[in-house]
């Protein structure tokens, strides 16, 4: 047998995380991926996807140059070689990282798929039985889900793991499902010059969200010609030679027909436990794959030793490889015996990487009002600062704060709004009132000068703003 203080099973974001820290806190690690470590987010999810979102940027930005500036600018075509190999290089480049650096720690990493045998032992494929002195770590992510009655044949009918490696742009797409990824891949494609239909089964886009999130966002997609069918329901669904035909149930019970090159179904994503053995450690996984701790301070399983992270995690884990990230941090330093700070869930920035794009942190108002708070409310447009009108894609702010108390809430849509919800995040963090933030002076002209001018309002000092 071979024996370790750790043996973490699955080498993503959760994985190799938790992998680094413990190793950096002095404990022998093994780290059993049966792919590539990096996971789904680097070699299938955020890393490239957001890479080829940059691509769809810069064409997005040729097309605003000549109709809107004056830049007689034109775009001759998409070498979709050249841009599957610069998003590839990027993804290449983060892998020789991480695994460079598990290296540098020290981290033993093993290749191969890892079953549970107890509480504290594994077999390993290729490496034999794995006893783990002092805990194994879950990590063993997720993989898209799809529909009862369709199958992905990676052609016509698609996940977002095989549109990632499409030989080729397709000219119509059906997206079916409304939430970050689906919506991602929707704004990629229309970029891209395809006609695009998004139908999603709630009320409304990224369904988890502030309902003025979901409204701002949804009139930014129908401004650039993407089709979208909320409350509606695919019926059924014929695959062709030359793409799929579709049928569709809308909001108002009316049946459409939609022919498109390519379906991509993007209903969200399982949790992956084939193989994994849980039932000989003594773990059961609920009606949705999930493996839910026993302690959520320390993501323990009932079973004492056995710590889960990641996207096997249920709610309130949002299955975001940022908070994985938090998730491994918290795990790795419990097992060192050290007294770590349980992951703040409502303080975890929530993004989507559309144009416009849309970043939240904390509840909505809705959800804020369900859970008794006495909330005040100031919605900002983007439109209202000069940076604004500059981008000219509209946008907002949203606040929601307890009447004379605490921010609970802020939620974003506008271009590059990603990069600007870090200082919400703190807000929420810190337990900030939004006097605390409107003391301190945003630069101007700039995007993140709204966020500012909300919380001046709020404070009662409002400059453009009417209190």
């Given at each position: 047998?071979?024996?370790?203080?750790?043996?973490?099973?699955?080498?993503?974001?959760?994985?190799?995380?938790?992998?680094?820290?413990?190793?950096?806190?002095?404990?022998?690690?093994?780290?059993?991926?049966?792919?590539?470590?990096?996971?789904?987010?680097?070699?299938?999810?955020?890393?490239?996807?957001?890479?080829?979102?940059?691509?769809?940027?810069?064409?997005?930005?040729?097309?605003?140059?000549?109709?809107?500036?004056?830049?007689?600018?034109?775009?001759?075509?998409?070498?979709?070689?050249?841009?599957?190999?610069?998003?590839?290089?990027?993804?290449?480049?983060?892998?020789?990282?991480?695994?460079?650096?598990?290296?540098?720690?020290?981290?033993?990493?093993?290749?191969?798929?890892?079953?549970?045998?107890?509480?504290?032992?594994?077999?390993?494929?290729?490496?034999?039985?794995?006893?783990?002195?002092?805990?194994i770590v879950l990590a063993t992510g997720s993989r898209p889900r799809m529909l009862p009655g369709l199958t992905a044949d990676g052609r016509r009918v698609v996940t977002s793991d095989d549109a990632l490696f499409a030989p080729e742009l397709p000219r119509s797409v059906l997206v079916l499902g409304g939430g970050a990824i689906g919506v991602e891949y929707a704004s990629f494609h229309r970029s891209m010059g395809a006609h695009v239909t998004l139908v999603e089964a709630a009320d409304r886009l990224l369904p988890l969200e502030d309902v003025d999130v979901s409204r701002h966002l949804t009139r930014g997609l129908k401004r650039r010609g993407i089709d979208v069918l909320t409350g509606a329901r695919l019926s059924d669904v014929a695959v062709l030679d030359d793409g799929v035909r579709a049928t569709v149930r809308t909001a108002r019970a009316e049946t459409r027909t939609v022919r498109a090159e390519r379906l991509l179904v993007a209903v969200g994503r399982s949790p992956v436990t084939d193989?994994?053995?849980?039932?000989?450690?003594?773990?059961?996984?609920?009606?949705?794959?999930?493996?839910?701790?026993?302690?959520?301070?320390?993501?323990?399983?009932?079973?004492?030793?056995?710590?889960?992270?990641?996207?096997?995690?249920?709610?309130?884990?949002?299955?975001?490889?940022?908070?994985?990230?938090?998730?491994?941090?918290?795990?790795?330093?419990?097992?060192a015996g050290l007294r770590s700070p349980a992951v703040d869930y409502a303080a975890v920035p929530r993004?989507?990487?559309?144009?416009?794009?849309?970043?939240?942190?904390?509840?909505?108002?809705?959800?804020?009002?369900?859970?008794?708070?006495?909330?005040?409310?100031?919605?900002?447009?983007?439109?209202?600062?000069a940076k604004g009108m500059v981008h000219g894609q509209g946008g907002m702010v949203k606040v929601v704060s307890e009447r004379g108390g605490r921010v609970l809430g802020v939620h974003l849509v506008g271009p590059h709004v990603s990069e600007m919800i870090a200082e919400s995040q703190l807000i929420i963090g810190w337990d900030a009132e939004p006097a605390d933030v409107a003391h301190h002076v945003h630069a101007h002209p700039t995007l993140s000068e709204a966020v500012g001018e909300a919380f001046l309002t709020l404070a009662g000092r409002g400059l453009h703003q009417q209190s």
């Open positions: 047998m071979n024996e370790t203080d750790v043996l973490v099973i699955g080498g993503g974001t959760g994985g190799y995380s938790t992998a680094l820290r413990a190793a950096a806190l002095g404990l022998d690690v093994v780290l059993a991926e049966r792919d590539k470590v990096g996971g789904t987010c680097l070699h299938r999810g955020c890393i490239p996807s957001k890479a080829m979102l940059h691509a769809a940027e810069l064409v997005d930005g040729i097309v605003e140059a000549r109709e809107r500036w004056g830049v007689k600018a034109t775009l001759e075509a998409v070498d979709w070689s050249a841009l599957i190999a610069t998003r590839d290089d990027i993804v290449a480049r983060n892998h020789r990282g991480v695994t460079g650096r598990l290296a540098h720690a020290a981290v033993e990493v093993v290749h191969g798929s890892a079953e549970l045998t107890g509480p504290r032992t594994a077999r390993v494929t290729g490496h034999g039985e794995v006893v783990a002195r002092r805990g193989g994994l053995g849980l039932a000989a450690a003594g773990l059961v996984a609920d009606d949705r794959g999930h493996v839910a701790p026993a302690d959520w301070a320390r993501l323990e399983t009932s079973v004492p030793g056995i710590h889960v992270v990641g996207d096997l995690l249920p709610p309130p884990s949002p299955g975001l490889a940022h908070a994985s990230f938090a998730e491994g941090l918290a795990v790795a330093e419990t097992l993004v989507t990487y559309s144009s416009p794009q849309t970043a939240a942190v904390g509840p909505t108002e809705a959800q804020a009002r369900d859970a008794g708070h006495d909330v005040v409310v100031n919605t900002l447009p983007l439109t209202a600062v």
